[in-house]
Each structure stands twice: as structure tokens, then as C-alpha cells.
């Protein structure tokens, strides 16, 4: 991992606060990154203190005065070469993610292409960020919109996707003309070091003005500063329900524009018409993988109750195979939990389920032993609930697992609608009928509902993001750029006299 560290530009202690190419100075708090892999400390990184911020700010909005002018497509240029870059320093990157976050390699290794993939999207949209033109009622008069550049775009990341999910704003923010600070998780600090690394060389040989990417850390308390901050239009946050109410709240007060990707609670419907051994490939993944810790893991199977038992004994055998441990060993499927804060909640979630009358049919529990010392290795779980549990009606980021069983599909639809969270959601079914009814505006009512395939690893074509608790936000594909830019109406009268609109007479 030394070498890692080293090629990505990370030493033993790090500035957290970057305007690009310039690591700034802070006096504070100091952050340690320990691995939840192995328990040893990566390295450590200071803190963004006022003086600090208010240069951040002033560098950041010096940039948006030069950046906001380059051609779209020159910028898509400067994006198409950090997914160059991506491409290069991919292996050691994805190593750095599944270290400090605890993820499988080969997750890790995906979560640097979802990155790839968005560069490649950014640069397609850097040709497309089309408005649209109207007729006008009045003669000799044309009407357009047009689409310009916001200002500072800030991006709250998580410590569950430590980089694609900033890059998902970045990119587009980039391409759009914004300027972007970044406030990583503070338990994945040196991923996002690592990304400036990268980014800063690039910039640096396109005449990037200092400034266009941001970077300061923080705990809390920072998140509450940019959230007041006026000078930045934007803040796109990705995290829990709770984080997502006390910025939103802060942004909205000050009337700027918040993107929220919040908590998920994402069930599969597993019907009488299921293809079983497929059902049982995307429950796994979803509710294992990234050990439980993705915003659209898996958390509740609604299945009916004719293939319940069948179903239930392939899921039991396939827990039996899961191997658990170092996350870097190809060989392992489940890697740990971030911190002991999380195994914490993972353990009282489990009590939880238990004193509301919930039996578990794979029980949970902390692994120990050699390989586990850090304490973070947990036991996927599996447990027979009702849909009205408090504990099932919650997000608890661990591989925990419900399973409730229907009857009628209507049934099953109200209750995978009803929970706070609206994000993922999806049917493993091979009747046309039931999977329409699934995608029908009587349906699912999350931001995601798929068939046949699980609620996690989307592609990032697709607006990802949700409704209800989930906040309503959408990065990534579609048309999600539309909200890192403002929108313009223009008319133009080339005409000779100046008519009113709706027929207005205002003669002297
Ligand atoms: C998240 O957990 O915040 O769909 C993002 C997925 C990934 C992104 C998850 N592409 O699971």
C-alpha cells in the first residue's frame, strides 16, 4: 500500500484544504485515516480552518470569473483527459478506495470507472447543453432560453462511494462552467487527496485557473458553513436523512439550490413468477455487497408467499458460501464496516428487530480472530420480519436483511412503498403484467424501479436519486446537468415597433 500512497501523491500528513495545484495551510484539528481493513493508520490530514476557507472561497470565485467563459467543449476537453487520467492511475486508485473504505477491489476498481464513465458522459454534454427556442406572440419577435454557468457548485461526499459520487457533480459541474469545492466524508479523507492529485496535473497543463476544484475537510461543522454559505449557489450532498434535513433546511433558508441524495430502504419484490436463480443473484449482491453500505443496498425482500420457502432455503445456502475478510483479497465477497460506530449500529439494529419479534434465520454478529482484529467484520444477516417493524421502516447501512412475505401484488407494491425512503426499488418477475404494473405511475415510488435486475449498481446514465425521505435530488445521467446551471429567457424584437404582450395598448 506504500507504494499506492506514494505514486497517488499522499504522504504521512496531508493538507486538507486545496484550490488545485496549492495545498493551503491550517492550523486545527488534525484527522487520522485508519483502515477498517487492518486497523493501521494511512496517514493523517489537517482540517480546513476559517483563514483557510475564506481563501478557498476567494480563490474559487476569482475562477468561476475566468472558467465560465471557456467554450463548453474546451472544457469537456479538460474532462476528457482526467478520465484519461483516471484510466491510468485506475488500479491504484480503486486500491486506495477498498483500503481507506473498507470495499471489495473489485468494487473499488468499479467505482473508479463509474468515474471513467462519467467523463466519457461529460464530455458527450459538454456539445448538448441545448435550450430550447418558443414562438413568440408578437410579431418580428424571437424567444429562446439559454443555459449558463451557477457559480461555486459545492459537492458533500460520503464515505461509501468516496469518489464516484463527487465525480457524478464534478464532471458535469465542470462541463457546465461551475467551479467546485469539495467536501469529502471525513472518514474517506485521503481518496479525495488522491483525485486532486490527479486532477491538479491535468488542469495544471490545460491553464486551468487555480481554483476551478476546491477541496476542504471538515467534520460537521463544515458541512453547516457551506450550507449557510451564500457566495455558493449550489450544494449537492450525499448522505444520511438527518444530514440531508440540516442542509437543506440551512440552503433553503438562504434560498440557494440544494441536490439531496439521501438514505435509502430498498426492497425487491420476489414474485410467484420469479426467476429464482436470478432473483437470487441480485438479492445477494445487493444486500453483501459494499457490505450493506450502499445508499441502494438491499434491506427488505417482499416475497410471495408461495415461493417464500423455496426462495428462502437458496438464500440461507447462499449466505453459507459468503467469505468474509480482507476486502483486497479477490477471493473474499464481503469486506468490513466502516468504523466501530457503525458495527455499533449494526449490533443494536439486530436487538432491535429482535425485541419487535423479528427471528433471524442467519445470524449476525462480529467476527474475531486473526484478520478481524479491527473489530469491523460483521456477519451478513438474514431476518423473517413484518413491514411495519420501527427497525424495518429504517436505513441501518449494514448487511442486514428482512424478509416479508404477500400474497396479492398489490400487496406487495404497498409494501414496498411504505417506508420513509423512496430511492431504489425493484421486481424479479417474468409477468408482463406485474412488472408493468410495477413501473406504472400506480407502482413503484421510488427515483429507481427496475425489473429484473436488483436496487443497487446503476449506470450513470440514468438520473440517479430518489423521492420522499431520499431528498428528490438526481446526479449523473439524463438531464441532471440542468441543475448545476441557471436558465435563461431571452426575447429579441426585430421589429420596427415595440407591441406589448397579451395585447396590452400603452399609447401616450
Ligand atoms: C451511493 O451508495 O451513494 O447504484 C451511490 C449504485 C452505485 C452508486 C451508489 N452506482 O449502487
Not at 146 to 169: D, K, T, Y
Amino acid at each position: 500500500m506504500q507504494d499506492v500512497l506514494k505514486q497517488l501523491g499522499i504522504k504521512d500528513q496531508n493538507s486538507g484544504t486545496s484550490t488545485g495545484l496549492q495545498w493551503i495551510e491550517s492550523h486545527g484539528k488534525t484527522i487520522s485515516s485508519y483502515s477498517p481493513v487492518d486497523g493501521h493508520l494511512i496517514a493523517s490530514i489537517k482540517i480546513t480552518d476559517d483563514n483557510s476557507y475564506e481563501e478557498v472561497i476567494r480563490t474559487a470565485q476569482k475562477a468561476f470569473i475566468e472558467w465560465r467563459t471557456w467554450p463548453s467543449p474546451k472544457r469537456g476537453d479538460v474532462v476528457r483527459q482526467i478520465g484519461e487520467a483516471l484510466r491510468k492511475n485506475k488500479e491504484n486508485l480503486g486500491k486506495l478506495v477498498s483500503y481507506e473504505m473498507g470495499k471489495s477491489l473489485q468494487e473499488g476498481y468499479g467505482e473508479v470507472q463509474e468515474m471513467i464513465d462519467i467523463c466519457d458522459f461529460a464530455v458527450g454534454l459538454s456539445r448538448q447543453l441545448h435550450g430550447l427556442t418558443m414562438h413568440s406572440e408578437r410579431p418580428g419577435h424571437r424567444m429562446y432560453e439559454q443555459w449558463h454557468p451557477l457559480g461555486i457548485a459545492a459537492i458533500i461526499s460520503a464515505f461509501n462511494f468516496p469518489v464516484a459520487v463527487w465525480s457524478w457533480n464534478a464532471m458535469l459541474g465542470w462541463v457546465c462552467g461551475d467551479v467546485c469545492l469539495w467536501k469529502p466524508s471525513e472518514k474517506t479523507p485521503l481518496c479525495a487527496v488522491a483525485c486532486q492529485n490527479i486532477i491538479a496535473e491535468v488542469f495544471n497543463k490545460n491553464g486551468v485557473p487555480e481554483g476551478v476544484s476546491c477541496i476542504v475537510t471538515g467534520e460537521r461543522e463544515m458541512g453547516d458553513k457551506i450550507a449557510k454559505d451564500s457566495r455558493i449557489p449550489l450544494v449537492s450532498a450525499t448522505g444520511s436523512t438527518r444530514m440531508g434535513k440540516s442542509v437543506g433546511a440551512a440552503v433553503g433558508a438562504r434560498l440557494g439550490r440544494s441536490l439531496l441524495e439521501l438514505g435509502g430502504n430498498n426492497a425487491i419484490i420476489i414474485s410467484r413468477d420469479a426467476d429464482l436463480d436470478m432473483a437470487l443473484i441480485g438479492c445477494l449482491f445487493g444486500a453483501v455487497g459494499t457490505a450493506g453500505q450502499r445508499c441502494t443496498s438491499t434491506r427488505r425482500l417482499i416475497i410471495h408467499d408461495e415461493v417464500y420457502d423455496k426462495f428462502k432455503e437458496k438464500l440461507v445456502n447462499a449466505y453459507k458460501q459468503l467469505r468474509i475478510g480482507n476486502p483486497l483479497d479477490e477471493n473474499n465477497h464481503v469486506g468490513p464496516l466502516i468504523d466501530k460506530a457503525a458495527v455499533e449500529s449494526y449490533l443494536k439494529a439486530i436487538e432491535k428487530c429482535k425485541a419487535e419479534g423479528g427471528t433471524f434465520i442467519v445470524e449476525g454478529g462480529v467476527l474475531e480472530g486473526p484478520g478481524y482484529e479491527t473489530g469491523c467484520y460483521v456477519k451478513p444477516c438474514i431476518a423473517e420480519a413484518q413491514p411495519h417493524f420501527e427497525i424495518v421502516q429504517h436505513e441501518t447501512f449494514a448487511p442486514i436483511l428482512y424478509l416479508m412475505k404477500y400474497k396479492t401484488f398489490d400487496e406487495a407494491i404497498a409494501i414496498q412503498n411504505n417506508v420513509p425512503q423512496g430511492l431504489s426499488s425493484a421486481v424479479m418477475t417474468l409477468n408482463l403484467r406485474e412488472a408493468e404494473q410495477f413501473l406504472s405511475s400506480s407502482g413503484s415510488d421510488c427515483g429507481i424501479a427496475n425489473v429484473n435486475i436488483g436496487t443497487s449498481g446503476a449506470e450513470i446514465g440514468g438520473a440517479f436519486g430518489g423521492e420522499k425521505e431520499t431528498g428528490g435530488g438526481r446526479e449523473s445521467g439524463s438531464d441532471a446537468w440542468r441543475f448545476y446551471m441557471r436558465r435563461q429567457t431571452n426575447t429579441i424584437n426585430y421589429s420596427k415597433s415595440l407591441p406589448l404582450a397579451q395585447g396590452i395598448k400603452f399609447d401616450l
